[in-house]
């Protein structure tokens, strides 16, 4: 059975910086791609940014918004994936899911809120 759990979320003011941990079970974490998706209310879910496995280099992809300021990293040995977030503006504000698609089917944790706000 394959589960997510997102941890790390919480109120931080404009400027500040958050890192978002996502434990995985019940797959061989390093052979999967994982992804951290984010939606606020009345909103679709979207991509922040995205690892590759290990056989696939974990080569890594962010949303436009994020570039430079998140940083998405991987620990095979910890079954961790990591969303190091600095320089958090207000727009950040949504729940941050973790992802990865495991035979065709596409798994979710439960989600970690993060607020940005002063």
């Known amino acids: 059975q394959v589960q997510l759990k997102e941890s790390g979320g919480g109120l931080v003011q404009p400027g500040g910086s958050l890192r978002l941990s996502c434990a995985a079970s019940g797959i061989i974490f390093s052979m999967y791609d994982m992804g951290w998706y984010r939606q606020t209310p009345g909103k679709q879910r979207e991509l922040v940014a995205t690892i590759t496995s290990i056989t696939s280099r974990s080569r890594i992809n962010y949303a436009d918004s994020v570039k430079g300021r998140f940083t998405i990293s991987r620990d095979n040995a910890k079954n961790t994936v990591y969303l190091q977030m600095n320089s958090l503006k207000p727009e950040d504000t949504a729940v941050y899911y973790c992802?990865?698609?495991?035979?065709?089917?596409?798994?979710w944790g439960q989600g970690t809120q993060v607020t940005v706000s002063s």
């Open positions: 992802n990865t698609k495991y035979r065709t089917i596409d798994y």
